[in-house]
């Protein structure tokens, strides 16, 4: 497992499945994600029994946040489109539980992530889509260190309009860099 300070990462089991039908159907959690189409319990779990055929590195992780002696789930993470010969991965997150929202969660996770990522997979550019009208989303990454770099015009189509998808990272360089103040 991977632990942070108040998080920790484990792999998904087939337990939590309940749990991310209920996200993946919540109109708000879905609403900066491209999901769009109502989930069941038997489409998620398809979508497990495939987990096992992807490298082990793109397998999505529970984010657990510590309640008294135990922990809870809140959410998932990972890592997708890693390419090993330019050293850069894709990142993803979802925090279902919105209770948790608002409290420094997503910004711990990614950072957390960050850290897995550059310090033990050695990759150097990590990086990731949001949509322009996902606010929370785009500020948890900046508080994270994640750089704008560019922008996707009309990515997403929701709400009967097209929307940007902008484009933010983080590099290695800035990642030590920021280690060292
Ligand atoms: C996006 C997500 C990961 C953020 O996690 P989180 O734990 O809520 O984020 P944090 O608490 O670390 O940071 C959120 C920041 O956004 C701010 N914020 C919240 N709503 C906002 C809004 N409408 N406009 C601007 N800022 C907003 C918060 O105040 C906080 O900033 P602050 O600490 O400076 O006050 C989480 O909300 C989530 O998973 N949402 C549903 C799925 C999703 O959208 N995933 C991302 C797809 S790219």
């Known amino acids: ?11 998904i089991e087939r337990e939590d499945l309940p749990a991310f039908v209920e996200w993946l159907n919540d109109p708000e959690v879905i609403a900066g994600l491209v999901f769009h189409v109502p989930m069941s319990l038997e489409d998620e779990g398809k979508w497990f029994e495939g987990l096992s055929n992807r490298p082990a590195e793109e397998r999505p992780l529970c984010i657990e946040v510590k309640t008294g002696e135990g ?13 090993w010969t330019q050293r850069a991965a894709e990142m993803g997150i979802m925090i279902g539980d919105k209770s948790y929202w608002n409290q420094g969660y997503g910004t711990e996770a990614m950072t957390l992530l960050l850290k897995y990522g550059f310090e033990t997979l050695n990759l150097n550019r990590m990086y990731l889509r949001v949509y322009e009208t996902n606010l929370r989303a785009i500020r948890a990454y900046e508080k994270a260190g ?3 770099e ?9 709400d009967g309009k097209y929307h940007d998808a902008l484009v933010m990272s983080v590099l290695r360089s800035e990642w030590d860099a920021r280690k060292t103040k």
């Not at 497992?1 to 792999?11: F, P, S």
């Not at 922990?71 to 390419?83: A, Q």
């Open 146 to 148: 994640f750089v704008h």
């Open 150 to 158: 560019g922008r996707l015009r009309q990515a997403l189509y929701a």
């Open 71 to 83: 922990w809870h789930m809140i959410g998932d993470m990972g890592l997708h489109n890693i390419e």
């Open 1 to 11: 497992m991977i632990y942070g300070k108040r998080i920790r990462l484990r792999a």
